[in-house]
T-cell receptor, first 114, second 114 residues
C-alpha cells in the first residue's frame, strides 16, 4: 500500500489565488520530506527540503515566498503555492527518504492555474 | 556534485522482447542506485534498487546490474508486457538520506507494443 499520501491529486485555481498541497507519511515519522516539481516529459526537479519544526531549505532559484512549506508534525508537510500564476502550472510531488536512502513518493498533484 | 545520465530517452519494444535502459554516474561516492517507474499522472514508484556491494539483483522479470569501476548501471526488463509501458528513472545516491544526494536521470519513455 501507499507509504506517502499526497492530496489533492488535481487542482484548478484562478490566477492570484493560493493552493495548498498536503503530503502525509503513513507509516513513518518523517523528520524530513522533499518537494519536487516536474515539467512535462522531464525529470524531477528538487524544489525544497521540508524539515519538521524548522524552516525549509530551498534550492537555488526557488522562491521561498512563492512556495511556502510547513512541516508542523512528523507526518505532515504542506506546500502552498501563493498568488498562483499560469507559469506555476505543473506536477508537484513530495517524497520521504528513509535512513537507508530509499525514497517513497506521493501520488503527485497536477496544478493548473487559469 | 553528482551527475546522472540516462539513455535512451525513448524506447519501443515488441511485447515479449527485452528492454534495457542504461545510466552512468559521476560521483564515485554514490552507493545506492534505485530505479523508479512513473505512470502518467502519478508519482514515481520504486521497482528495484541495488547497492554498491552487489553487482546484480533480480526480481522476477526485472534485473539491475552495476559496474562500479565504469560507473554505470542498467535496468533489464524481460518478457515485456504492455503494462510495463511507462517512464523509467534511474537515480544515484550516497545513501545519506538527503535529497541532494539522490540525483535522477532524465527518464526513459518505454512503450511496449502489443
Amino acid at each position: 500500500g501507499a507509504v506517502v499520501s499526497q492530496h489533492p491529486s488535481r487542482v484548478i485555481c484562478k490566477s492570484g489565488t493560493s493552493v495548498k498541497i498536503e503530503c502525509r507519511s503513513l507509516d513513518f515519522q518523517a523528520t524530513t520530506m522533499f518537494w519536487y516539481r516536474q515539467f512535462p516529459k522531464k525529470s524531477l526537479m528538487l524544489m525544497a527540503t521540508s524539515n519538521e519544526g524548522s524552516k525549509a531549505t530551498y534550492e537555488q532559484g526557488v522562491e521561498k515566498d512563492k512556495f511556502l512549506i510547513n512541516h508542523a508534525s512528523l507526518t505532515l508537510s504542506t506546500l502552498t503555492v501563493t498568488s498562483a500564476h499560469p507559469e506555476d502550472s505543473s506536477f508537484y510531488i513530495c517524497s520521504e527518504i528513509r535512513a537507508n536512502g530509499e525514497a517513497f513518493f506521493g501520488q503527485g498533484t497536477r496544478l493548473t492555474v487559469v | 556534485g553528482e551527475n546522472v545520465e540516462q539513455h535512451p530517452s525513448t524506447l519501443s519494444v515488441q511485447e515479449g522482447d527485452s528492454a534495457v535502459i542504461k545510466c552512468t554516474y559521476s560521483d564515485s561516492a554514490s552507493n545506492y542506485f534505485p530505479w523508479y517507474k512513473q505512470e502518467l499522472g502519478k508519482g514515481p514508484q520504486l521497482i528495484i534498487d541495488i547497492r554498491s556491494n552487489v553487482g546484480e539483483k533480480k526480481d522476477q522479470r526485472i534485473a539491475v546490474t552495476l559496474n562500479k569501476t565504469a560507473k554505470h548501471f542498467s535496468l533489464h526488463i524481460t518478457e515485456t508486457q504492455p503494462e510495463d509501458s511507462a517512464v523509467y528513472f534511474c537515480a544515484a545516491s550516497n545513501g545519506g538520506g538527503s535529497a541532494r544526494q539522490l540525483t535522477f536521470g532524465s527518464g526513459t519513455q518505454l512503450t511496449v507494443l502489443p
